[in-house]
T-cell receptor, first 114, second 113 residues
């Protein structure tokens, strides 16, 4: 079945540091890929997405590129802020009959210190 | 526009009881999905409904059931509650079946004692 493996956390960075959170996936089909962010006490928010190979999703300074050859979708940001502290989830959504099911990684907790 | 709204926000139930969780999708969204999120883990897929029909079911026991109403709102029902059902239950809506991502509600925190 489908699965998503994320870099284990927690990750602690100083403000303005470079961020990478690794994500690899296994899927039987040709999935869409997502990064969601969850702030304390809230639901998940869609951060960015990519629906086909070599697509780059971007939002709020975060980027991730859909790499089919390495089955990866690593999240990056050039300069993190304290307000980026949250839990980040990588996810995939398959197509066809399973299009409605999203499979999530276990999340990576990011803490940014001033 | 209102986002995805879920009720109640918090709930405490006793083992063996039944619970109903409610979700209203974003206006115009025809798909509603339910997820269970245990502390420290990613959300696990329970159900998806699209145009009032069940389109997907995750690996959950038959104690879990759901339905979608003509106005596209949805209910998740859980019978014979177990301690292990304690979790954050998330509802998510989308225009289509989720290929372009979901909008999540803030969830219902269920505690079974």
């Amino acid at each position: 079945g489908d699965s998503v493996t994320q870099m284990e956390g927690p990750v602690t960075l100083s403000e303005e540091a470079f961020l990478t959170i690794n994500c690899t996936y296994t899927a039987t089909g040709y999935p869409s890929l997502f990064w969601y962010v969850q702030y304390p006490g809230e639901g998940l928010q869609l951060l960015l997405k990519a629906t086909k190979a070599d697509d780059k999703g971007s939002n709020k300074g975060f980027e991730a590129t859909y790499r089919k050859e390495t089955t990866s979708f690593h999240l990056e940001k050039g300069s993190v802020q304290v307000s980026d502290s949250a839990v980040y989830f990588c996810a995939l959504s398959d197509r066809g009959t399973n299009a409605g099911k999203s499979t999530f990684g276990d999340g990576t907790t990011l803490t940014v210190k001033p | 526009d209102a986002g995805v709204t879920q009720s109640p926000t918090h709930l405490i139930k006793t083992r063996g009881q039944h619970v109903t969780l409610r979700c209203s999708p974003i206006s115009g969204h025809k798909s509603v999905s339910w997820y269970q999120q245990v502390l420290g883990q990613g959300p696990q897929f329970i159900f998806q409904y699209y145009e009032k029909e069940e389109r997907g079911r995750g690996n959950f026991p038959d104690r879990f059931s759901a339905r979608q109403f003509p106005n596209y709102s949805s209910e998740l029902n859980v019978n014979a509650l177990l301690l292990g059902d304690s979790a954050l239950y998330l509802c998510a809506s989308s225009l289509g079946q989720g290929r372009f991502g979901y909008t999540f509600g803030s969830g219902t925190r269920l505690t079974v004692v």
